[in-house]
C-alpha cells in the first residue's frame, strides 16, 4: 500500500516509437514539423545516470508515498515544516518530488555512489525525457516542473540549497532550471528521421492553464485525469496560498514569471476506473454516466475516494476511501451518480479554498466528455463550467508554448480560436442548496479522516 512506480525504460521506448509514427499518422511531412514540446505528469520522479540516462530504478510515481518517513523527519526539527512551504509555497509532503528524489538516493543500487562521483541525476519526466532525447546533451527542467519539486525557491526561482540539505539532496544531481519557452537542445541525430528543436516544456496542469488561454489575474481552470488540478491564475505576483492550497510557477515567458494558488485532488477519473476496472460494477465509464442520470439524486449516499488518502484541501495521506449513507435501497444508479459527484465535490471544495470565486470554471481532460459530470460540477460548484472543444489541452498548451517561442502564432488567441466552439454548463442548483450539499459533503469527509478512523 503506498508504492506506485514506474518503468522509465518502457516509457522511453513509448515515447519514441510514438514520436516516428505520429507524422505518419497525423498526416504531416516531417520537414513542417517546428519543434517537439513536452508536457508532463509533475510530481514522478526519476532517478537515472548522467552518462546513458539509464534508471537506476523504477520512477517513483505522484502517488507514491514511501517518502513519508522522510517528511516525518524533517517535520520534527523546528522551523522546518514553517520553512519548506514559505520557500516552496508547498506544506511538506510525499506527494511532491523531494522526498521522493530523497528516498531513491538513499535506496537505489548504486544511487549513493554514483551521487558522490557526479555521475547520477534526479530529476521529474521531462527532465529525463529532455535528457534522453538530446542524447545527454541538456538535462535541464522548466520552472513550473521545478516548482513542484519542493526545491525551488518562488521568489529567487532557483534551488534552495538549504531546503535541498533538508532533505539530504545534492544541488549537483538536480537539472538546470529554465524558462518554459526556453531552447531545451535538440533531438539526438539518428533518433528520429530529423533533429527537432525541443520548445515549450510544462507540468502538465500549467500546459492546460495556458491552453485554456488563462491568462489574467482571476482565471481559473480544472485539468480531470486520474486526479484533479484546480489552478487559479495570479499573475507575476506570488500569493501566500491558504490552508490546504499551494503556491507554484504558472511559467516562464518572454522572460517573465507568472504564478498559480492551485489545490489538487488525489482521485478523480481514477475512481470511475475504480469502478469499472477493479469492481467490475460497470463495463465503462459511459455506462456510468447512463446509470447516474437515471436517477436524480444519491438519497443520501456519498462516496469519499481517499484511496491514497485525501488532497486539496484536507491533505490527510492517512484517510481511507468509505461509501456513507447506504440503504437496502441503494442501487447502482445511485453509487454512479454518487461517484460522479465525489469528483464535482472535491473540486468545489478547492475553490471555497481558494476564497477568490472566479467568474467561471474552464474545464478540460478526459472525464469532461461526461455531460452528467459536467452539469453535476455547475451546480455543485455554483458556477458556470466551459467546457473547451478540445479534451486534452496538456498536450495543446505545451504546444502553443513551443509555437509562440518561434513564431508560429503572434499570440496565444490565434490556436485558441481555431479550435472551434467551447460548451458551457450553467448551474441549475439554488447556491443555498448548493453551499448545504457542500457542507454534507465536508461532514462526510470529516467522517474519514484519519482522526475519526482512530
Known amino acids: 500500500p503506498g508504492w506506485v512506480e514506474a518503468d522509465m525504460e518502457a516509457v522511453w521506448g513509448n515515447v519514441v516509437a510514438l514520436l516516428r509514427r505520429l507524422p505518419e499518422k497525423a498526416g504531416v511531412p516531417w520537414a513542417e514539423i517546428r519543434c ?14 548522467r552518462d546513458t540516462g539509464a534508471p537506476v530504478a523504477p520512477a517513483l510515481s505522484w502517488q507514491d508515498l514511501r517518502g513519508e518517513g522522510i517528511c516525518t523527519g524533517i ?11 514559505d520557500r516552496t509555497g508547498l506544506d511538506l509532503s510525499a506527494y511532491y518530488s523531494a522526498a521522493k528524489a530523497a528516498w531513491l538516493l538513499a535506496n537505489a543500487p548504486d544511487a549513493r555512489a554514483l551521487a558522490d562521483a557526479g555521475g547520477l541525476c534526479l530529476g521529474t519526466v521531462d527532465a529525463y525525457l ?37 532533505f539530504g539532496l545534492p544541488i549537483s544531481c538536480l537539472p538546470e532550471v529554465r524558462h518554459s519557452d526556453a531552447d531545451f537542445g535538440r533531438t539526438a541525430p539518428g533518433l528520429l528521421p530529423m533533429e527537432l528543436p525541443i520548445r515549450g516544456v510544462l ?13 489574467a489575474p482571476g482565471m481559473t481552470k480544472a485539468t480531470y485525469g486520474t486526479g484533479s488540478s484546480l489552478m487559479m491564475q495570479t499573475g507575476t505576483e506570488r500569493r501566500t496560498p491558504p490552508a490546504g492550497l499551494a503556491a507554484s510557477v504558472a511559467w516562464g515567458r518572454e522572460g517573465v514569471v507568472s504564478y498559480v494558488l492551485e489545490g489538487n485532488v488525489t482521485c478523480s477519473g481514477d ?13 465503462s465509464p ?57 469528483i464535482a465535490f472535491q473540486n468545489a471544495a478547492v475553490l471555497d479554498a481558494m476564497g477568490v470565486r472566479p467568474t467561471e470554471l474552464r474545464v478540460d481532460g478526459g472525464p469532461t466528455r461526461s455531460e452528467p459530470l459536467m452539469r453535476i460540477q455547475a451546480d455543485l460548484a455554483g458556477l458556470p463550467v466551459r467546457r473547451a472543444a478540445r479534451r486534452e489541452l496538456s498536450a495543446l498548451g505545451a504546444a502553443y508554448m513551443g509555437g509562440l517561442a518561434l513564431g508560429v502564432w503572434k499570440d496565444l488567441s490565434e490556436p485558441i480560436a481555431a479550435r472551434g466552439e467551447e460548451t458551457v454548463f450553467e448551474p441549475a442548483l439554488d447556491p443555498a442548496a448548493a453551499r448545504a450539499r457542500r457542507e454534507e459533503w465536508n461532514r462526510a469527509v470529516d467522517r474519514v479522516r484519519s482522526g475519526a478512523r482512530r
Do not use: K, M, Y
Open 203 to 215: 507540468g502538465d496542469s500549467h500546459a492546460a492553464l495556458f491552453g485554456q488561454g488563462c491568462l
Open 36 to 49: 517537439l514540446s513536452i508536457s508532463n505528469q509533475r510530481e514522478t520522479t526519476v532517478a537515472f545516470r
Open 130 to 166: 529532455i535528457h534522453r532525447l538530446t542524447g545527454g546533451r541538456t538535462f535541464a527542467t522548466d520552472v513550473s516542473n521545478a516548482s513542484r519539486t519542493q526545491l525551488l525557491d518562488l521568489d529567487r526561482v532557483a534551488w534552495d540549497p538549504e531546503i535541498a540539505a533538508l
Open 271 to 283: 475512481t470511475l476506473n475504480w469502478l469499472v476496472d477493479t469492481l467490475g460494477l460497470f463495463a
Open 286 to 342: 459511459q455506462e456510468i454516466d447512463v446509470a447516474a442520470a437515471s436517477c436524480a439524486t444519491t438519497d443520501g449516499v456519498f462516496l469519499v475516494p481517499a484511496f491514497s488518502g485525501l488532497g486539496a484541501p484536507t491533505f490527510d495521506p492517512d484517510a481511507r476511501a468509505a461509501f456513507l449513507g447506504l440503504s437496502r435501497g441503494t442501487g447502482r444508479p445511485q453509487i454512479a451518480r454518487a461517484a460522479l459527484e465525489s
Open 75 to 85: 517535520a520534527a526539527r523546528p522551523g522546518a515544516r514553517a520553512l519548506v512551504r
